[in-house]
């Protein structure tokens, strides 16, 4: 059993920077891709990034590459998604989720493949 519990969300201005946390409980936290997930009102939840649970291996959606970071602490069991140049097509309820995998080097990106899920926050950004 993992728990999630998100922080960081808020408002800030187009081209502004936010940095989000992802705090997990459980013993096995060390089996489990984490990733970040997105979703605005009337549309499916989308991949954002995730990264292996090896941290060794992150991987992105188009649409962030190069603005965006994921990152984590396993003694901690804190996972990160570092947000930069955000945009107003960024604001979205941001989910953090785990997913237990075997290859330490994999990094599902599709929602059914993660198991545990954050209670989500709102990122806003205002043009």
């Known amino acids: 059993q993992v728990q999630l519990v998100e922080s960081g969300g808020g408002l800030v201005q187009t081209g502004g920077s936010l940095r989000l946390s992802c705090a997990a409980s459980?013993?096995?936290?060390?089996?489990?891709?984490m990733g970040w997930f997105r979703q605005v009102p009337g549309k499916e939840r989308e991949f954002v990034a995730g990264i292996s649970r090896s941290g060794t291996a992150t991987y992105y959606a188009d649409f962030v590459k190069g603005r965006f970071t994921i990152s984590g602490d396993n003694a901690k069991k804190t996972v990160y998604l570092q947000m930069n140049s955000l945009k107003p097509e960024d604001t979205a309820v941001y989910y953090c989720a785990a997913g237990r995998v075997t290859a330490i080097r994999r990094v599902p990106d599709y929602l059914g493949e993660y198991d545990y899920w954050g209670q989500g926050n709102q990122v806003t950004v205002s043009s």
């Open positions: 459980g013993r096995t936290f060390s089996d489990y891709a």
